[in-house]
């Protein structure tokens, strides 16, 4: 496909027998490209998932996200995303990039860095803020990092999805949670809606069984709870170099096309359930690329909030139903 890059965002043209090029779209109002600039007219790969790069829509997405309230329950309020990884595959770094989206800055809100063991230790509810500091209807929940030989209690798997581990909860390996940290009655909004498993993505080949057993642990008690799985595919930047150069290749790139359904097959969930993305962790300046390709993860898990309160709804309504008196004639 023939495009020119207009502002970051890909043009569609065709060619014309004098040598010049013009939108096949309707866009740029008319303006001719000439053949003859190299810089504009090139060859883009064809895109695995059809992405959108301009910074309109960038800003479509923010204000998408600002105005978002749960619909389909009238006591939840505030969706709960639930963040589930290895250590080191970028947890943290999720929370800080989509926080430092928001802040219009690079943020470091939550802890991270790079260390044998996690260095979260702590369960932590992240909210995120709009430009007038305001809360909204979302929040990122952090946890411990799931190590070779340490990791989550099994109990403490059930209790973080059923909202029953309060905020600041140190994880043990040894013993579940405290009465002090215990939340004997969850409402709602304390309840995880949706899983995010962050994954490092030059990690997916080398997954050991004792690995994936964690996370299908968690999937077990997730889809026992009707809670929908997503798969945050983290530094695929580190899968080829023409994405390091450019992350918009990243839905055209085959490597990271491979590494997404690989991590799909492994888990059992589709290809639109994972989402490649690159944490801010080098930069020092947003970058309209990266902050797209997380917004675009963040937004569909909160639609797949949605699904998960609307299938509740449903069963909760057949459940009734069920037991309505029925008249025999």
């Known amino acids: 496909m023939t495009s020119y890059k207009n502002d970051g965002d890909c043009v569609p043209v065709q060619s014309m027998p004098n040598g010049v090029f013009i939108p096949s779209n309707g866009q740029m109002n008319g303006h001719f490209i000439y053949a003859g ?14 992405t959108k790069w301009s910074r309109e829509h960038l800003d479509c997405m923010k204000d998408d ?27 943290s770094s999720f929370y800080n990039t989509i926080d430092s989206v928001f802040r ?24 995120i803020k709009d430009q007038s500091g305001t809360d909204m209807n979302f929040c990122l929940c952090d946890t411990r990092g799931m190590e070779e030989l340490n990791g989550l209690h099994h109990d403490d798997c059930k209790y973080l999805l059923d909202g029953h581990i309060k905020d600041h909860y ?27 498993f962050v994954i490092d993505a030059t990690s997916v080949d080398v997954l050991s069984e004792m690995d994936l057993n964690k996370i299908r642990t968690f999937q077990k008690l997730a889809k ?20 390091k150069k450019d992350i918009s290749l990243a839905c055209s790139s085959t490597n990271v096309e491979e590494a997404v359904q690989k991590i799909a097959d492994l888990l ?15 930069e020092t300046e947003l970058d309209d690329k990266i902050s797209i390709l997380a917004l675009a993860a963040l937004k569909q898990m909160l639609f797949f909030t949605e699904d998960a309160l609307q299938k509740k709804k449903e069963e909760a309504e057949h459940e009734i139903w069920l037991k309505q008196p029925c008249n025999i004639l």
């Open 37 to 50: 600039d190299q810089i504009c007219i090139r060859e883009m790969p064809q895109q695995w998932r059809p």
């Open 65 to 91: 996200l600002i105005r978002f309230t749960p619909k389909e329950d009238p006591s939840v309020t505030r969706t709960r995303i639930l963040m589930i990884g290895l250590v080191g595959a970028g947890k």
């Open 104 to 127: 219009n800055r690079i943020t470091q809100r939550a802890t991270c860095g790079s260390a044998e063991e996690s260095l979260t230790k702590n369960y932590n509810t992240y909210a």
């Open 170 to 196: 140190e994880f043990s390996t040894e013993h579940s949670v405290s009465w002090w940290y215990y939340n004997g009655t969850p409402s709602a909004n304390d309840r995880v809606h949706c899983i995010a």
């Open 224 to 243: 026992e709870r009707g809670i929908l799985q997503t798969v945050v595919l983290t530094k695929i930047d580190n899968l080829c170099k023409d994405v």
């Open 268 to 282: 059992g969930l589709p290809r639109n359930n994972v989402f490649p993305v690159k944490n801010y962790e080098n």
